[in-house]
């Protein structure tokens, strides 16, 4: 059934063959061997924020087919993240699987390779996915810049027929072989002899390079201007689209303002009280219901998260307080004030986004923070990791720049030795940006670890 579209759905197809799979840089991200196109096959659905990189993590498995013997015209590829599709209509879905065909008739019986990129954009996408499962000898990819693609949707549409991986912006690992920092040398640092003195120079300074720059590829080797600007486009779009036009906000300056406080508050905790008061006297009309909506649009869209304390993670309250992580270090950088240099909200934000990258797809809660003691002796615990539900035991991640201060050692310390007790642990990490020591307390090993080697 040709769509209203079917000139432009025409027109994409018919570039993709002409231009080819680019070349990518590799990412970790692993989907897994490429199924064999059959029915029934399971959907390997790969989310994330936008411009972080799913569209070429596609291309990388493109490529593994492309090695593997099968033809260019094996692989639809489609990326419904077009201005020309809109108003978008289910009607397009079925245009593009029928355009495909009619270029490539041997492929409905002999198999293809689906890949379906921003699929979340079109309406009833779910249903036409479960109908394309249960008919199409084929292997299906789907990409999305939504989280519900990973809980709700999934689970009623696919009902055990997908399998989800996030991706986010590079690791500090990525971010060090794109740019050639010594990468092959990495291998020697859990070595007894530690890595050379020049893997470690490069190394710090492509930490420092790191927490400033972030892991967008685009945004590499910009001007730090170019990059800031870039950077709020790729957020200001996601709120266009993503909260915007999908939840039908209708008050986009508050949305803003909004997203850009949440964005600068990461690594620190963020009042919905405090933000509700803030607007209300800069004359920003929002309530607090509204402003907690947006921070869960906010979160569906993989722009920032949330954490909040051990014990309570699970409950949903929307007048808590949190502290807020954004999704990559850049972007904390690109909306926060220009005077603002914080290295350690950087260096905190980069520490718990490599939490979130082991920990992917798990429970509300499995990244917590704590508090230990009482009153004036009252510590907070940076990271509690670890899902009480499913009764794993925790680690305890600590983040401080530097210890040289006597009081700042003092403090982190003393909070950890407090907390490994409260939580049957007798291990503890405190990451930092260069120091690395091992100290054994009553309470247990606590690990002093240099960043650049803990990322």
């Keep these: 059934m040709a769509s209203a579209f079917h000139s432009v759905v025409q027109e994409k197809l018919s570039e993709f063959y002409e231009q080819g799979v680019p070349d990518v840089f590799l990412r970790d991200v692993?989907?897994?061997?490429?199924?064999?196109?059959?029915?029934?096959?399971?959907?390997?659905?790969?989310?994330?924020?936008r411009r972080c990189g799913k569209t070429y993590r596609l291309y990388q498995e493109m490529h593994r087919i492309l090695d593997a013997g099968k033809s260019l015209r094996s692989i639809l590829y489609f990326n419904f993240d077009d201005e020309r599709l809109k108003p978008y209509d289910a009607s397009v879905l079925d245009d593009v699987v029928e355009t495909y065909y009619a270029m490539n008739p041997w492929a409905k019986s002999e198999g293809a390779y689906f890949f379906f990129d921003e699929i979340q954009e079109i309406p009833d996408w779910g249903t036409f996915m479960r109908r394309m499962v249960d008919t199409q000898v084929a292997t299906i990819y789907v990409t999305g810049s939504s989280s519900k693609m990973l809980s709700s949707q999934i689970a009623s549409e696919f009902r055990g027929r997908a399998l989800s991986r996030e991706i986010f912006p590079m690791s500090f690992s990525e971010f060090v072989r794109f740019h050639g920092y010594g990468a092959g040398q990495l291998g020697g640092l859990g070595d007894e002899g530690g890595a050379t003195s020049e893997v470690r120079a490069k190394l710090r300074h492509a930490l420092s390079r790191y927490l400033t720059e972030g892991g967008f590829i685009a945004a590499q080797n910009l001007e730090p201007s170019d990059a800031t600007q870039l950077l709020q486009e790729y957020a200001n779009r996601t709120v266009n689209y993503d909260v915007m036009e999908r939840y039908n906000v209708g008050n986009p300056r508050a949305a803003s303002l909004f997203l850009a406080r949440c964005l600068a508050s990461s690594g620190r905790e963020l009042s919905l009280t405090k933000a509700y008061n803030d607007f209300k006297s800069r004359r920003v009309s929002i309530g607090r219901e509204a402003l907690s909506r947006l921070l869960s649009y906010y979160e569906e869209s993989y722009l920032l998260f949330s954490v909040k304390s051990y014990g309570v993670a699970l409950a949903d309250n929307p007048r808590s307080s949190a502290k807020v992580y954004a999704a990559d270090p850049s972007?904390?950088?690109?909306?926060?004030?220009?005077?603002?240099?914080?290295?350690?909200?950087?260096?905190?934000?980069?520490?718990?986004?490599?939490?979130?990258?082991?920990?992917?797809?798990?429970r509300q809660g499995a990244i917590s923070r704590a508090f230990v003691g009482e009153g004036s002796q009252r510590q907070e615990i940076d990271f509690v990791v670890g899902d009480a539900m499913a009764l794993e035991r925790v680690k305890l991640v600590q983040v401080s720049c530097s210890l040289a201060d006597p009081s700042t050692r003092k403090r982190e310390m003393r909070?950890?030795?407090?907390?490994?007790?409260?939580?049957?642990t007798e291990e503890a990490w405190i990451v930092t940006m260069d120091e690395g020591e091992e100290v054994q307390t009553p309470a247990g090993c606590i690990h002093i670890v240099p960043a650049w080697e803990w990322l």
């Design 415 to 424: 909070a950890l030795e407090a907390a490994m007790p409260q939580f049957d």
């Design 331 to 362: 972007l904390f950088g690109a909306f926060s004030p220009a005077p603002a240099s914080d290295k350690g909200q950087r260096l905190e934000t980069a520490v718990f986004n490599k939490l979130l990258r082991e920990k992917p797809s798990v």
């Design 30 to 49: 692993s989907l897994g061997e490429p199924l064999v196109p059959a029915r029934a096959n399971l959907v390997k659905v790969l989310v994330g924020v």
